[in-house]
């Protein structure tokens, strides 16, 4: 017998803000993907929650590893999500 077992989504490993899926930084590709098409058509709506998830992936990173606070927060949670001109 064969088990099939349901696909794992990229989703955020918390508080150390991997992919479940992966183990890459999160928002990784596919998870960077799947968020643009579920807000493409309220990308202010996306922004706001990458936001409020950035904030607490930088104080959840910062408690873990206070000698090395996380950099390049914004590129890796804002800057791939902005609106393209």
């Known amino acids: 017998m064969v088990v099939v077992r349901p696909p794992v989504p ?21 998870a960077k ?20 998830l950035m904030y607490e992936a930088t104080n959840q990173l910062t408690q873990l590893h206070p000698a090395h606070p996380p950099t390049g927060m914004t590129e890796r949670f804002l800057s791939w999500a902005r609106a393209r001109g």
Not at 10 to 30: D, I
Not at 34 to 39: D, G, I, Q, R, S
Request: net charge positive; glycine share 4%; with cysteine.
């Open 33 to 52: 993907l799947a968020l643009l098409t579920e807000y493409r058509h309220d990308r202010m709506s996306l922004l706001i929650y990458l936001g409020a």
């Open 10 to 30: 990229h989703v955020a490993m918390r508080p150390l803000w991997r992919c479940r899926n992966c183990g890459r930084q999160w928002p990784c590709q596919p």
